[in-house]
């Protein structure tokens, strides 16, 4: 970046490229899931995530990786299979097979649109490529106000993000993901997204 113009810094990419950024956005006050990080998913370690997390249903997600790629889900006393990457451990959230995961695409910091992306029968994953399906969401204030307050906390606007949500069960949206690497935006869910990404290359640009 110190010979070309990057519109989405190199600090700002590597940090989003490990999952464990979002302990950075918990320490300034962002709610997530509660989340144990495995260097190495040995079976004493996944047994162990059972017991320190309190549940009987885990979701064990690669700390770094995209699309639920290498992501399962593990009841208790299940034998797992081998998982040879550092892991990231979150109780399963049934709002996920409910109101489903909502996104929220921001383009330069200014809210584009929303959508929520629900898993297919028999699946709780949410990525289209398991079948997942998206319709267009219409926030609430409030909602909206939470995503908000996630890009706050970033040093610097980014191009563009999108804010992955989902609801806990005191009505409030806790943060799943905050994907400011090439993410998948959605067009077909925000018709204005090709104006609004133009605009802002314009003003960018400019500077």
């Given at each position: 970046?110190?010979?070309?113009?990057?519109?989405?810094?190199?600090?700002?990419?590597?940090?989003?490229?490990?999952?464990?950024?979002?302990?950075?956005?918990?320490?300034?006050?962002?709610?997530?899931?509660?989340?144990?990080?495995?260097?190495?998913?040995?079976?004493?370690?996944?047994?162990?995530?059972?017991?320190?997390?309190?549940?009987?249903?885990?979701?064990?997600?690669?700390?770094?990786?995209?699309?639920?790629?290498?992501?399962?889900?593990?009841?208790?006393?299940?034998?797992?299979?081998?998982?040879?990457?550092?892991?990231?451990?979150?109780?399963?959230?049934?709002?996920?097979?409910?109101?489903?995961?909502?996104?929220?695409?921001?383009?330069?910091?200014?809210?584009?649109?929303?959508?929520?992306?629900?898993?297919?029968?028999?699946?709780?994953?949410?990525?289209?490529?398991y079948g997942g399906t998206e319709r267009i969401?219409?926030?609430?204030?409030?909602?909206?106000?939470?995503?908000?307050?996630?890009?706050?906390?970033?040093?610097?606007?980014?191009?563009?993000?999108?804010?992955?949500?989902?609801?806990?069960?005191?009505?409030?949206?806790?943060?799943?993901?905050?994907?400011?690497?090439?993410?998948?935006?959605?067009?077909?869910?925000?018709?204005?997204?090709?104006?609004?990404?133009?605009?802002?290359?314009?003003?960018?640009?400019?500077?």
């Amino acid at each position: 970046d110190a010979a070309t113009l990057l519109l989405n810094p190199v600090s700002l990419v590597e940090w989003n490229l490990h999952k464990s950024y979002l302990r950075d956005l918990e320490a300034k006050g962002a709610r997530t899931l509660t989340t144990l990080w495995l260097d190495a998913a040995t079976p004493e370690a996944i047994a162990a995530a059972f017991e320190t997390l309190g549940g009987d249903d885990l979701v064990f997600k690669r700390q770094v990786g995209a699309g639920a790629e290498g992501q399962l889900r593990l009841v208790r006393g299940e034998v797992a299979p081998d998982m040879p990457h550092p892991m990231m451990v979150q109780r399963f959230e049934p709002a996920i097979l409910g109101e489903g995961e909502q996104s929220y695409i921001f383009i330069d910091g200014e809210f584009s649109h929303g959508l929520t992306k629900h898993a297919a029968n028999g699946d709780y994953r949410i990525q289209s490529t398991y079948g997942g399906t998206e319709r267009i969401l219409q926030p609430s204030g409030t909602d909206l106000e939470t995503a908000k307050s996630i890009l706050a906390m970033l040093d610097t606007v980014p191009l563009y993000a999108r804010v992955d949500m989902l609801r806990a069960q005191d009505g409030g949206l806790m943060l799943m993901e905050l994907e400011l690497v090439e993410p998948f935006l959605y067009p077909l869910q925000g018709p204005k997204l090709g104006e609004r990404i133009v605009s802002a290359l314009r003003r960018r640009i400019a500077h």
